[in-house]
């Protein structure tokens, strides 16, 4: 048998390379590491937008009793920061790396199927300018991202905001389900000989049950945001308390995705923690199995605990705490996974580099944003918190602190592979320190102001003793997070135009992606080595200390 | 043990969309128990109708399993004959949904008169546009068949859709057992 494995041939066409050059050969390709370049680049434009949405929250923001944006501006500004953060920024820019990385992690030559993963990304940008041509077409929506009924019905929301808003999100709700079921296929029909699903890159792995939430996330939202367009658009009654029907079905339906919708968020920012970690720890990582078993657990449990957005809707005491003791277990598998992560970490020879940093720093967050979540899990402190600028701390410390962060160690981590470049490790180091800096002073201090009762989604408020100040520290965070942000863009552009030479595998990684050049092929591989453990490029390098790997225990040897 | 990229891909598609379907006949079973909507339900659906059109779209599930036998059999002259059936009888099924729908427009059941107008032309709204969805790709499949550009379609496709029409039509089942057989035995 021979020792290089064939890579699966992919059925469509590849992309000619006579087309290459030029904008055209970017907006006809079916190529994935094409697409997921403009994935990460609409995500980091739309970065950018709604970047510019929080600053201009945080300047009203900065003293009680301001004026600088009406209440009106105000609340579509919110409205817009989080729609724009959620579907434009982070979905996109997972779905970018996944994209990107997955067929080159599993050595194959493209995605199943390359031009349906054309059609999803630009359904994304379709539907990002639908929702930002409301803003031009009478005003943006002022709903909140949750645009809960009756408030998003025609009657309390006159402007188009709103149907721009469900139209918008449903183009790119369908785009993101192409792409998962896209994903999902790939990596169960695509996968390099040797490659079984107990040897996928941990990042795959997560890629995978992700795939499966976004499958079953994607349905409800789709069907609430009909519902409220039949609503809105043709007078029916399903949100409508006047027409019999019933607000709280828009909630039961909205957050049946929208807790998923947590967890399709981060999901991917954990493979790539799985993957960065062991690589700057010179070690495998510790208890595979526990890291895509815990995450199988939290597929599951994360479509049985929607309704603790909704305690204080009163819906009962034997609701409540069915949805509280479901809230509190999915607590338990997230937590194996930091001990894993730190498991990994303890003893390795750690090298501090930038995507390492950030990865460090994730842990650290995404605990403090996970343990403010589990306080909402407890009934009465939801009563007490919901609604408050705790809330707002909680999940920026899971999404940015978590996600982000997550995102940028990964940026760090593939930039070479994706250009042929290293990022400065000089600027790297400013980005990772300023962001860090700027995070918590605008969102630790978000703890303690909703703790003493400020409530989110309203344009002031009062002058309480050191309310002010703790707001003003909040801005002044805000704009440490511009400056951060702007040394990031300096950064990729001055290293993409004269950075070092990355080399094929410039972090001694060893996973199939570092095994081709940077960037990549067309075709992606050339050869593609044998693949017998979790890290064949190890095993490629030290035969003699080969991972151990028998074939039993990795579900057998067939491709 | 490997299942084909397309009709994998299809399979997954299909768990979604039965899914979204799940909720959107949750919602009118919801609301019908909720108000008086069965009243309106009762007086101006027609079971009996209704259910002759629903036979023939089951039947449409009959004919494009016997075009995927012709099909293996390796006879694509009789496949695409038994596929020009079930597109024949898919239409008659949407004619026989756009009669009834436009006989409750007429007597002044629309999504604004009231819960039941809402629900019910959502959810059989949403199923005929499947029901067309799968009419225009198996006309897709048959201009194929038939062009003589060497465009013939690839084996298995017919496989991929036979699976979207099945569930096509078991959604149909489900959704005439909630909103009609509900009614015969209330």
């Known amino acids: ?559 | 043990m490997k299942v084909e990229s397309n009709k994998l891909g299809m399979a997954l598609f299909v768990a979604s969309e039965a899914f979204f379907f799940s909720l959107l006949i949750l919602a009118y079973l919801y609301f019908q128990t909720a108000s008086g909507g069965t009243r309106v339900a009762h007086n101006q659906l027609d079971p009996l109708t209704t259910g002759a059109f629903s036979l023939c779209l089951i039947g449409s599930s009959l004919t494009i399993w016997l075009a995927g036998r012709s099909a293996r059999q390796g006879s694509n002259q009789r496949a695409a004959m038994w596929v020009i059936l079930t597109v024949l009888l898919g239409l008659v099924f949407l004619a026989g949904q756009g009669m009834e729908w436009s006989r409750l427009l007429g007597s002044g059941v629309t999504m604004a008169q009231g819960l039941f107008g809402t629900t019910f032309f959502t959810l059989t709204g949403f199923h005929g546009l499947h029901v067309l969805i799968g009419l225009l790709a198996l006309s897709i499949f048959i201009g194929l068949s038939f062009s003589s550009h060497g465009s013939a379609p690839k084996p298995g496709t017919l496989e991929v859709l036979s699976l979207y029409w099945h569930f096509v039509d078991v959604v149909w089942i489900v959704i005439f057992s909630v909103i009609y057989l509900r009614l015969v035995f209330a």
């Open chain 1, 1 to 559: 048998m021979s020792d290089t494995a064939l890579v699966p041939e992919s059925h469509e066409a590849l992309p000619r390379i006579s087309a290459a050059g030029g904008l055209l050969s970017w907006i006809a390709s079916v190529d994935h590491k094409q697409i997921g370049i403009m994935y990460l680049l609409i995500s980091l434009f739309f970065f950018g937008v709604g970047g510019i949405e929080s600053l201009l929250m945080r300047i009203q923001l900065a003293q009680p009793g301001e004026h600088f944006l009406s209440p009106q501006e105000y609340n579509q500004i919110f409205t817009m920061h989080g729609t724009t953060m959620i579907f434009l920024v982070v979905m996109p820019l997972l779905i970018g790396f996944s994209t990107y990385l997955v067929p080159l992690m599993i050595g194959a030559r493209d995605m199943a199927f390359p031009r349906l993963n054309a059609l999803s990304f630009w359904l994304l940008v379709f539907g990002g300018f639908l929702l930002y041509y409301s803003f031009i077409d009478g005003g943006a929506p002022a709903t909140g991202w949750f645009s809960y009924a009756p408030l998003s019905e025609s009657a309390y929301s006159t402007s188009k905001g709103v149907s721009y808003w469900a139209l918008g999100l449903l183009a790119v709700g369908t785009g993101t389900l192409a792409t998962a079921i896209n994903l999902m296929v790939t990596i169960i029909n695509l996968r390099v000989k040797g490659m079984t699903l107990r040897r996928v890159p941990l990042f795959v792995w997560m890629v995978l049950v992700n795939g499966f939430i976004i499958l079953f996330a994607m349905p409800p939202l789709n069907a609430s945001l009909i519902m409220l367009l039949g609503d809105r658009l043709l007078g029916a009654h399903f949100f409508t308390a006047a027409g019999g029907g019933s607000p709280i079905l828009w909630q039961h339906y909205f957050w049946a995705f929208g807790h998923p919708e947590v967890y399709i968020m981060i999901l991917p920012a954990w493979g790539m923690i799985s993957e960065i970690i062991p690589v700057f720890s010179r070690k495998p990582i510790f208890g595979y199995e526990f890291v895509a078993g815990s995450s199988v657990a939290i597929a599951v449990l994360s479509f049985a605990v929607y309704a603790h957005h909704m305690f204080v809707v009163g819906l009962g005491h034997p609701f409540d705490a069915a949805f509280s003791l479901a809230s509190l277990t999915i607590a338990v598998p997230t937590g194996v996974k930091i001990f894993n992560w730190i498991a990994t970490m303890w003893g390795g020879k750690i090298r501090f580099k930038t995507p390492m940093l950030f990865a460090t720093a994730f842990l650290v967050l995404f605990t403090i944003g996970g343990i403010s979540g589990v306080t909402f899990a407890m009934v009465p402190i939801d009563w007490q918190t919901t609604d408050t600028y705790y809330v707002v701390a909680h999940f920026h410390y899971v999404l940015f602190g978590g996600t982000l962060f997550g995102v940028f160690a990964g940026l760090y981590y593939w930039f070479p592979k994706i250009t042929g470049k290293l990022l400065s490790e000089r600027l790297g180091k400013w980005h990772f320190w300023l962001t860090l800096i700027g995070f918590n002073l605008t969102f630790f201090v978000q703890h303690l102001l909703g703790l003493a009762g400020m409530a989110r989604r309203v344009y002031t408020y009062p002058n309480f003793p050191g309310w002010g100040d703790m707001n003003l520290i909040s801005t002044v965070g805000a704009f440490v997070l511009a400056i951060a942000t702007l040394v990031l863009v300096w950064n990729l552009i001055v290293s993409l135009r004269r950075g070092q030479s990355a080399g094929d595998n410039p972090w001694e990684a060893w996973t199939l992606e570092w095994a081709t050049s940077s960037p990549p092929p067309v075709h992606n591989f050339d050869s593609v080595p044998p693949v017998r453990g979790r890290r064949p490029l190890w095993d490629l390098a030290h035969p003699d200390q080969a991972d151990e790997m028998s074939p039993a225990r990795a579900g057998g040897t067939n491709a």
